[in-house]
């Protein structure tokens, strides 16, 4: 049995739903697995974990500050566990945008950070326009619309593969 750390920035909930999944599965392959948002990263020991998962959303082109200053801060330990990382945005959405390879959120990011994640994903997010304020549902309705997205003013649209998020979780049981 393993101790699993997964650690998750959000804004609106999406990610956490998706680190939900990813605890569900590791848990029926028998690991104990803490959930923890990285606004309480002070209450736990990231060293006392088997494993450590990081997930973060993209907002404005970037994720949360947080995520960068508790890599700088446990790169040793994060290094020498068992590790990955993934990123939700909604230009994953995107087939040739949808890897780590080819996601330009999670490969700028990359070059960003000194550590180099065991393991990595990208994730399309959800976007659901009646839940935000004004400002930030003109912003990403025109982001959209310049993209080919969805643009109708109440519509909420859930572009993460469910799938691949399993598949995921398969390989952080396995790490
Ligand atoms: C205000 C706002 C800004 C966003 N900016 C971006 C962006 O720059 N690029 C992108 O691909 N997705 C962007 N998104 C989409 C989010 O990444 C997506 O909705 C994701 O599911 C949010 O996850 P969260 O609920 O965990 O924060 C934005 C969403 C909102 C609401």
């Not at 780590?100 to 990359?110: D, G, I, R």
């Not at 003109?138 to 909420?156: K, N, S």
Request: some cysteine; glycine content about 4%; charged content about 25%.
């Amino acid at each position: 049995m393993a101790n699993i750390l997964i650690l998750y920035s959000t804004t609106d909930g999406h990610t956490l739903e998706i680190c939900q999944q990813l605890r569900a599965i590791n848990e029926q392959a028998q690991n104990q697995v803490s959930l923890v948002e990285l606004k309480e990263i002070e209450k736990i020991d990231p060293g006392s974990f088997d494993k450590i998962v990081i997930g973060a959303s993209i907002r404005y082109g970037k994720h949360s500050p947080r995520v960068i200053e508790f890599i700088e801060k446990n790169l040793r330990i994060l290094e020498a566990k068992p590790n990955a990382f993934f990123s939700v945005n909604v230009v994953a959405r995107k087939p040739e945008k949808s890897t780590p390879e080819t996601n330009p959120y999670l490969k700028k990011f990359l070059r960003k950070i000194a550590w180099h994640p065991k393991n990595l994903a990208v994730f399309a997010g959800k976007i659901d326009y009646p839940s935000y304020g004004f400002l930030d549902r003109l912003m990403i309705r025109f982001i959209m619309w310049m993209t080919h997205g969805p643009t109708h003013r109440d519509a909420v649209v859930d572009f993460t593969d469910w799938k691949k998020v399993d598949d995921f979780g398969r390989l952080i049981v396995k790490m």
